[in-house]
């Protein structure tokens, strides 16, 4: 069965940095459109960054140049560098997959929490 699990989530305080990882199983990997989401208190779920397997990406604008995604396919993994955090973007995180047949796959998600 498919399994993503997040990791690296925290506290900081603005202006720090976090990276947030997530491990998959299940799949073939590198088949897969990966990418990370977060729902903030009060709001929908939205994109963060998403990578092809050919490393093509694509950011919220709300994250561009702070935020970085990279994957690993011999590793089944995928990561995201957040730095420059802003209270904002306090949200639980999510680790997604998505299938070449648009098929979604999620991570149970882990907080990230931004405040002074």
């Known amino acids: 069965q498919v399994q993503l699990v997040e990791s690296g989530g925290g506290s900081v305080q603005p202006g720090g940095s976090l990276r947030l990882s997530c491990a998959a199983s299940?799949?073939?990997?590198?088949?897969?459109?990966m990418g990370w989401y977060r729902q903030g208190p009060g709001k929908e779920r939205e994109l963060v960054a998403t990578?092809?397997?050919?490393?093509?990406?694509n950011y919220a604008d709300s994250v561009k140049g702070r935020f970085t995604i990279s994957r690993d396919n011999a590793k089944n993994s995928v990561h995201l560098q957040m730095s420059s955090l802003k209270p904002e973007d306090t949200a639980v995180y999510y680790c997604?997959?998505?299938?070449?047949?648009?098929?979604?796959?999620w991570g149970k998600g882990t907080l990230v929490t931004v405040s002074s």
């Open positions: 990578m092809t397997n050919d490393g093509s990406t």
């Open positions: 299940g799949i073939i990997f590198s088949f897969n459109v």
């Open positions: 997604n997959c998505n299938r070449p047949d648009g098929v979604n796959y």
